[in-house]
């Protein structure tokens, strides 16, 4: 197969940011995806209903002249997070709410320090079937970084699955084995999405031959075995995995730094690098439904028009982009040539 067309695709996990990085990164975006689910965590975050709103408004005033590109907005979880804002992001269309455990990632300081504090707040999320959308890992000293997601899915999701059976969930940016296993076995409320640097690399990508912060992400990059698991779990055709980039620009001065920020950008070859992993274990045919039909049936969002096709062919994406304000970032793994390209 050296061709591929498929419907304009989703991003169900997408970092835009604001202001000048936001008109910087939103176009890579806008080019390859038809709708995104806009992540909420902005400084100062995304907390109410009229926040998610007037950030949704600084997108569309960004977008190019012409693109056609729906932003979906989330809000953001915070212990003062009132429960009675749920109906009214329900009424705004808002499509979720999204739970950072405090200091699990970047912009998480405000995110939730006890998520049983907020039963009346996921009691109303169950009742109008706003998903919950999770960053899953817990924040403990005491748990290796490496375990931090199963550890979380152990001692909190199912928990919490058990106490709300009708909250429809996304495990967002699914990296290890067993995340993917508490996945296929929750049945059709709760999803996952898969990043395409989980699905290409695994942690030696991130550490041997020198530290590589380009690499370094949050949950962060894990072993072979796990890698394997979650290209399984993407190929399948099981609709409770599709794309979510979590692209997440950085200026290149905050990743190459002694304590160096977590995120990897995506966004402009996002396709391409999907294509690249599907294609590596023969599946090719699998990536329309994972890129634009399991996302917007979880989300019950409308299949848009338009269509795009990829190409097979080498080409080598820039080692720098702009980022706004003199700034620049630098793309997930531009140190090779891709080999699929979207056609303009
Ligand atoms: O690597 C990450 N970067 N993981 C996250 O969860 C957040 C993201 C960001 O916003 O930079
Ligand atoms: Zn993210």
Redesign the pocket.
């Known amino acids: 197969m050296d061709r591929l067309t498929l419907p304009r695709p989703l991003d169900a996990h997408l970092?835009l940011r604001d202001g000048a990085a936001l008109a910087a990164v939103l176009p890579d975006s806008a080019r390859q995806f038809a709708d995104a689910v806009v992540?909420p965590?902005l400084k100062p975050p995304v907390r109410s209903t009229a926040d998610a709103l007037a950030y949704r408004q600084r997108i569309v005033a960004a977008l190019p002249e012409g693109a056609d590109f729906q932003p979906h907005m989330t809000l953001y979880l915070t212990d003062q997070t009132p429960p009675d804002e749920v109906e009214k992001a329900v009424a705004a269309g808002i499509v979720g709410v999204k739970l950072y455990p405090a200091g699990a990632?970047?912009?998480s300081a405000e995110g939730v320090t006890d998520l049983d504090a907020l039963r009346p707040v996921l009691a109303e999320l169950s009742r109008l079937g706003l998903p919950l959308l999770i960053?899953g890992e817990v924040t403990h000293d005491s748990v290796d970084i490496f375990d931090r997601e199963r550890v979380f899915v152990e001692t909190v999701l199912s928990p919490l699955l058990d106490a709300l059976p009708d909250l429809p969930v996304v495990l967002e940016?699914v990296t290890s084995a067993a995340g993917v296993a508490f996945v296929r076995a929750a049945g059709p409320r709760v999803a996952a999405t898969l990043t395409a640097h989980h699905l290409l690399v695994d942690r030696n990508a991130l550490l041997v031959g020198g530290i590589r912060p380009h690499y370094y992400?949050?949950p962060i990059l894990k072993r072979r075995e796990d890698r394997e698991a979650l290209l399984e779990a993407a190929t399948s055709g099981d609709p409770a995995f599709f794309l979510g980039t979590?692209s997440?620009p950085?200026a290149v001065d905050a990743k190459e730094a002694a304590c160096g920020?977590?995120?990897?950008y995506t966004a402009h070859a996002a396709l391409e690098l999907y294509a690249e992993a599907f294609d590596g274990v023969g599946c090719l045919d699998r990536l329309p439904f994972f890129a634009a039909t399991a996302g917007r049936r979880f989300y019950g969002l409308p299949a848009p028009a338009g269509r795009l096709t990829l190409a097979r062919g080498e080409w080598q994406p820039p080692s720098q982009l702009p980022f706004g304000e003199g700034r620049s970032l630098r793309p997930f793994r531009s140190e090779a040539p891709l080999s699929w390209r979207v056609l303009a």
């Open positions: 970092h992540m965590n990632t970047t912009n960053h940016h992400c949050l979590d997440a950085h920020c977590a995120g990897c």
